[in-house]
């Protein structure tokens, strides 16, 4: 069919398809929907009209101006990326613009040759489209409709097609005109926009007037459905929780009608299908959906972040033992506390347990920790509501007590005495633990946490000093004691690095002939700025930093060269007695130490005696072990301030001990007439079963002659103290022994 119109047929045509042609380049932009656009649409309406009416005026009066126009219009068409497709039904006039070869790959020829070969390049999976798109133009109806063409090279494009019909007064179809838009690059941005929708591992949904009218596959799957539908329409207020839906719902609201584009991200709980409820941190933004104002909300499930971070926040606040609040949240506390507007007295409580070392050490670490966990919560029955306790580390806790004087304090600190009286059960066993408890006042004692802090631990010690199992309010005086204590323990972890220590020996003597047995290696402390350094002020801070282990392997080390020493010399061989400490004996390697030391040294092993205290006896089976083996190396083992302790007399028998050491105190009451003494009756009770159990008898602190008559008469025969010798260096010691030697052969 050939190409036929006459002038005014064709200008009126060209210029209502260019309108068109402007439409739809606008509707690649906006959505058809859209607001912006349906102002568009109505202007170009109007200029459509009024362009048709100007060139109807234009035809009778200008035609010239007419054939410029059209002669104008032909190179626009042919610049545009587009085709056009008139046709005239009465008159069976057919118009096709240049751009159909570019978007078809034929030539305008074959079009005009075969009007069916539009449809004959469609893609058979698209022809669908066709029966739709024919019924709608019929109507009357503009289209636009999208589908696939193959073209000559086999290569595939989208085709975007808008019809726009022309009906006469009976309804029937008297032209159609029909714009078409190579879209290829857009519906595959479009897929691949999709595709990322689809595949993101985050809920993306719609939602408008406060229900989701789109849901992803991810999303449905978070919140407990595989059917994205079954979301749809569903109002958010299902999902989300009560304190959460008010805060979505202002925030979609403000966007409604909104030019605001920045997001808003906040945390939820939402309640999935299944009932279960879920973390999940949300980012909204306003959106165009299907051309109306929508808000896109973006979801991620952070239920496993939430609680990792729990997780780490009980770590970092919170002890694991115990499940107390540790240090850290009672600095918090302490500081919220301080920083208040209205500032009232609180008190601060530091308190450590007494003996714990030693149960630890004998019993075990699990059995320490199982006890440290009853301890906890025997405190938090007593402090109950009135305050807060805390585990500080190791048997330390502390205690915060909000709005409390000082007698509210006392007697909370009592109660808390008082609730330790009874033992406290573990691994069946009864364990007796007592607090000490140091205490500073707000503000009276300090305004500050670092101070508080300080002066609570200051009174702690004070406790210690003072007995145990007691408390003490923090004062001024206690400064001086804690800082010689303070500087006391800085020196002494570098006194054994610098040769600061010595060894002192004490004689052991033969009560009935004055011979002397051996002796007994005391450690001292000569500073250079400090001076000796009384072994009852360091020693206790040895055991308290753990220092006692190394030192304790230095002294059994110098005491068996020493005795070596005398040995090669004149003064022949002294057996000599080492004091070992409980966190020595239980150590894996202390046996191997030991002979270690020996083999080192060359010394007998008979001429070395270790003297341990009762103490050992809490941890039995594992003790008895330990003994048996050193015995076997062949040394001495004796029970040291034998009385003092805990130790079983059932149990004691079942040890390879060798011999029982008397402790001072109960020497002392042998020559002490007050009321209160025993008048050496404990001594006595001591030897009587010493002799009962086949054990060596040694009575320490001898310093009368009255005590050593005493000791005689009742079949005791071993003692040291000051009626025979102080300590002595060992050079002052190998002269003493040969004075005394030569003495007793004179007698």
């Keep these: 069919m050939g190409y036929q119109t006459n002038t005014s047929f064709k200008n009126i045509v060209l210029i209502v398809i260019f309108i068109q042609i402007l439409q739809l380049i606008l509707g690649l932009y906006f959505p058809v929907e859209s607001f912006p656009n349906l102002i568009m649409q109505v202007a170009l309406t109007i200029m459509t009209l009024g362009l048709v009416?100007?060139?109807?005026?234009?035809i009778f009066k200008a035609t010239k101006e007419v054939g410029e126009s059209n002669q104008k219009l032909n190179h626009i068409f042919e610049s545009l990326d587009v085709a056009i497709w008139s046709h005239?039904?009465?008159?069976d006039k057919l118009l096709i613009t240049p751009g159909i070869e570019k978007l078809y790959g034929r030539k305008q020829e074959e079009f005009y040759n075969d009007t069916l070969l539009w449809k004959k390049v469609i893609h058979p999976d698209d022809m669908y489209t066709q029966e739709d798109r024919r019924k709608m133009i019929q109507s009357g109806r503009s289209c636009t409709s999208t589908y696939r063409i193959i073209k000559p090279d086999g290569n595939v494009r989208w085709i975007q097609d808008r019809g726009i019909p022309t009906l006469d007064e009976k309804g029937d179809l008297i032209y159609f005109s029909s714009v078409l838009f190579d879209i290829t690059d857009r519906k595959e941005s479009e897929d691949q926009?999709?595709?990322?929708?689809?595949?993101?591992?985050?809920?993306?949904?719609?939602?408008?007037?406060?229900?989701?009218?789109?849901?992803?596959?991810?999303?449905?799957?978070?919140?407990?459905?595989?059917?994205?539908?079954?979301l749809i329409n569903k109002d958010v207020s299902e999902i989300a929780s009560e304190q959460d839906i008010l805060l979505i719902r202002e925030s979609a609201n403000q966007y409604n009608g909104s030019?605001?584009?920045?997001?808003?991200?906040?945390?939820?709980?939402?309640?999935?299908?299944?009932?279960?409820?879920i973390d999940v941190e949300v980012s909204m933004m306003p959106i165009l959906y299907g051309g109306k104002s929508a808000v896109q909300l973006v979801g991620r499930d952070i239920t496993q972040r939430k609680k990792s971070e729990e997780t780490i926040r009980e770590m970092a606040y919170y002890d694991t033992l115990t499940g107390l609040p540790n240090r850290n949240m009672f600095k918090q506390n302490l500081s919220t506390f301080i920083e208040k507007e209205v500032s009232q007295s609180f008190a601060v409580l530091f308190l450590d347990l007494d003996r714990f070392k030693v149960i630890n050490d004998t019993k075990g670490h699990s059995t320490g920790d199982l006890l440290l966990v009853e301890v906890a919560k025997r405190l938090k029955a007593v402090i109950g509501q009135e305050g807060e306790v805390f585990r500080q580390g190791g048997d330390e806790f502390i205690i915060l007590l909000e709005n409390s004087r000082k007698e509210k304090v006392s007697c909370l600190s009592q109660n808390i005495l008082d609730s330790f009286v009874k033992p406290i059960k573990v691994t069946g066993q009864e364990f007796f633990v007592t607090p000490s408890i140091g205490i500073s006042m707000y503000p009276v004692d300090g305004t500050d946490q670092e101070t508080l802090i300080k002066h609570a631990d200051t009174a702690m010690y004070l406790a210690k000093e003072r007995g145990k199992n007691n408390f003490q309010f923090y004062n001024e005086s206690l400064n001086r004691n804690t800082t010689r204590k303070m500087e006391l323990e800085q020196e002494l972890r570098k006194s054994l690095e610098l040769n600061q220590f010595m060894l002192y020996y004490?004689?052991?003597?033969?009560?009935?002939?004055?011979?002397?047995?051996?002796?007994?290696?005391?450690?001292?402390?000569?500073?250079?700025?400090?001076?000796?350094?009384?072994?009852?002020?360091?020693?206790?801070?040895?055991?308290?930093?753990?220092?006692?282990?190394?030192?304790?392997?230095?002294?059994?080390?110098?005491?068996?060269?020493?005795?070596?020493?005398?040995?090669?010399?004149?003064?022949?061989?002294?057996?000599?007695?080492?004091?070992?400490?409980?966190?020595?004996i239980l150590d894996d390697d202390f046996v191997d130490f030991v002979q270690g030391v020996l083999k080192e040294t060359e010394l007998d092993p008979r001429l070395l005696e270790l003297e341990i205290t009762e103490s050992i006896m809490q941890d039995f089976k594992r003790s008895s072990e330990i003994l048996h083996k050193l015995k076997e190396i062949g040394v001495s083992i004796s029970i040291d301030d034998f009385g003092t302790g805990y130790s079983s007399l059932n149990n004691l028998r079942f040890l390879p001990i060798d011999h029982i050491k008397i402790d001072k105190s109960f020497v002392d009451d042998i020559?002490?007439?007050?009321?209160?003494?025993?008048?050496?009756?404990?001594?006595?009770?001591?030897?009587?079963?010493?002799?009962?159990?086949?054990?060596?008898?040694?009575?320490?602190?001898?310093?009368?002659?009255?005590?050593?008559?005493?000791?005689?008469?009742?079949?005791?025969?071993?003692?040291?103290?000051?009626?025979?010798?102080?300590?002595?260096p060992a050079a002052e010691l190998e002269n003493y022994i040969k004075t005394r030697q030569k003495f007793l052969s004179e007698e």
């Design 53 to 58: 009416y100007y060139m109807l005026k234009g």
């Design 88 to 91: 005239d039904m009465k008159s």
């Design 193 to 230: 926009y999709r595709s990322l929708v689809e595949m993101s591992p985050d809920i993306i949904s719609v939602i408008r007037n406060g229900k989701f009218i789109y849901m992803n596959a991810a999303g449905s799957r978070v919140l407990g459905t595989e059917d994205p539908s079954q």
């Design 259 to 277: 030019a605001k584009s920045e997001n808003l991200i906040f945390e939820i709980k939402a309640a999935r299908m299944d009932g279960a409820v």
């Design 506 to 584: 004490q004689p052991k003597v033969n009560l009935e002939t004055g011979k002397i047995l051996g002796v007994e290696a005391l450690i001292r402390w000569d500073h250079p700025t400090l001076g000796m350094v009384p072994p009852g002020e360091f020693i206790p801070l040895t055991e308290e930093t753990g220092l006692i282990v190394p030192i304790g392997k230095w002294v059994l080390q110098e005491a068996c060269r020493q005795s070596k020493e005398w040995e090669k010399g004149k003064a022949g061989s002294i057996q000599v007695a080492v004091n070992i400490s409980v966190r020595q």
């Design 671 to 728: 020559t002490d007439h007050s009321k209160h003494s025993k008048n050496g009756s404990i001594v006595k009770t001591i030897i009587d079963l010493g002799q009962n159990m086949n054990f060596t008898i040694i009575a320490e602190g001898v310093e009368e002659e009255a005590q050593v008559d005493f000791l005689l008469k009742n079949a005791c025969h071993i003692g040291q103290g000051y009626y025979y010798s102080k300590p002595l």
